[in-house]
């Protein structure tokens, strides 16, 4: 698989534009193509919840009866921790000890089926400061398709590195068809989500990706992600509180999906259940503009 890392104007698509402006883009393959199922991309600000939103998500898919992928990608490779209750080894862990002759892996080698049949993936990352996380994402959906398993698959989930959009870690964005953004009612959080409509609004250009919308997580309120949503044009999905039912699902190494009933437990899942019907469902698609740094500051009341 050709990957490489080069200037924007020296990367063109069908119809003649540069893959974004001003940055290093990774060119992938574009003969490499997920296939038939469904495919969303999960990101925003590091530490916001991405994973746990992610790994309840597939769930949830699975618990309406579709076949669910989820690829982690992050050096940390917990995305999928709560599915399969341990760390798994990395793409790029098993490829190094065949000397990264991907023919010699079977499926097994990396792929590790979580909790109700969800399938697992852990792309990992090039150690610090060398490499690119795209080259990672491009192997690991290679591998994929490789071993076939990406033709019985409805859902496939990218939950993406913290709100690093640079060329390498917006590779998701070449496959997916909507990317979500999580998000909780503050600024750091909601100036992180205007860099990623940014970087998904570039990729649009070229990919079939469109955004499809915000995801409130840990947040009782939100009053500044509504501002931002209506200032932009996006739409809140779904809205999860900041709720010890959730800390404590991640301390478990479990689902919410798994653990003792309650009525507080119920209402979390019948969130997840109603987003994954949505996105199931399909959304438009929206076309956001983002805003300049110092618009967010005005709208957000800083001085």
Known sequence: MSVTSV??????????????????????????????????????????????????????????????????????????????????????????????????????????????????????GPPAGTGCGGYVVGQTVKLLKEHHLLEDTDVVIFDVLGD?????????????????????????????????????????????????GVIANRSDATDQIDKFNERVGLETMARFPQLDVIRQSRLKKSTLFELEDSPELRAVQDEYLQLAARMWAGTPGSAPQALKDREIFDLLGFD
Request: some cysteine; glycine content about 10%; charged content about 25%.
């Open 7 to 124: 200037p924007v104007d020296q990367i063109r698509r069908p119809g003649g534009r540069p893959d974004g402006d001003g940055s290093v883009q990774v060119h992938l393959d574009p003969r490499v193509k997920i296939g038939n199922a469904k495919v969303f991309a999960i990101y925003g600000k590091g530490g916001i919840g991405k994973s746990t939103t992610s790994s309840n998500l597939s769930a949830a898919f699975s618990k309406l009866g579709k076949r669910v992928l989820q690829i982690g990608c992050d050096p940390k490779h917990d995305s999928t921790f709560t599915l399969t209750k341990k760390l798994v080894p990395t793409v790029i862990d098993v490829l190094e000890t065949v000397d990264f002759h991907s023919e010699e892996l079977r499926p097994e080698d990396f792929v590790y089926e979580g909790y109700n049949g969800v399938l697992c993936v852990e792309a990992g």
């Open 164 to 212: 690093v959009v640079c060329g390498g870690f917006a590779a998701p964005l070449q496959h997916a068809d909507r990317a979500m953004i999580v998000t909780a009612n503050d600024f750091d959080s909601i100036f992180a989500m205007n860099r990623i409509v940014q970087a998904i609004s570039a990729k649009a250009k070229n990919y079939n990706v469109r955004l499809g």
